[in-house]
């Protein structure tokens, strides 16, 4: 198995660990032409929405897999979105590190998701010394929902994507 397969294997692992697993409703995402929507398994309570898609390079690769989740929160509840974002990050680096990688994620910062404001932290994943990927990790509430976005691909990938992926964070419209 390839070091990229095995990096696609681990990443679809650390979307399907690190993200929440209530889903709720009124999540719009226009993804632009080459992606690759696939269909996610609806939650247990079948209450919200989770979408994901893979943007391959031309040899059927993955060059970015990105996947949003939105939540419903009780009424009334207050986030910590900070501890959220710890937990979802704590959460990638033991999956990885279960499978020989390494990581390290820069600090906690201040960012914007479909128009709201969020936390955002991006980790740098390593293998024998070798960057092979990068995950970024992004959260944020608005009346009544929560929301995680996470992306991934292999350092090439990622750097030749990241401009589309900001142009998708930019598009998205959050429970509007």
């Keep these: ?33 080459g992606w690759d929507i696939q269909a996610v398994p609806p939650a247990p309570d079948d209450s ?18 990105m996947e949003l989740t939105q939540s419903t929160l009780a009424p009334e509840h207050q986030v910590n979105m900070e501890a959220v974002l710890l937990q979802m990050r704590k959460i990638l680096q033991q999956n990885f590190a279960k499978g020989g990688y390494q990581s390290v994620c820069n600090k906690i910062h201040d960012s914007t998701l479909g128009g709201l404001k969020a936390l955002e932290t991006t980790c740098k994943i390593t293998q024998n010394g070798n960057h092979v990927i990068t995950q ?10 929560a929301y995680a976005l996470s992306y991934a691909g292999p350092v090439e990938g990622y750097k030749s994507t990241e401009p589309e992926v900001q ?9 509007q």
């Design 136 to 145: 970024t990790l992004v959260a944020a509430t608005q009346q009544g929902s």
């Design 167 to 175: 142009g998708i964070r930019a598009s998205l419209r959050l429970g």
């Design 48 to 65: 919200g929405l989770r979408q994901r898609a893979v943007k391959n390079d031309t040899h059927g690769d993955p060059l970015m897999v």
């Design 1 to 33: 198995m390839t070091v990229l397969h095995r990096s696609t294997t681990l990443i679809g692992l650390a979307f399907a660990i690190a993200l929440p697993g209530a889903w709720a409703q009124q999540l719009v995402i226009t993804w632009p032409g």
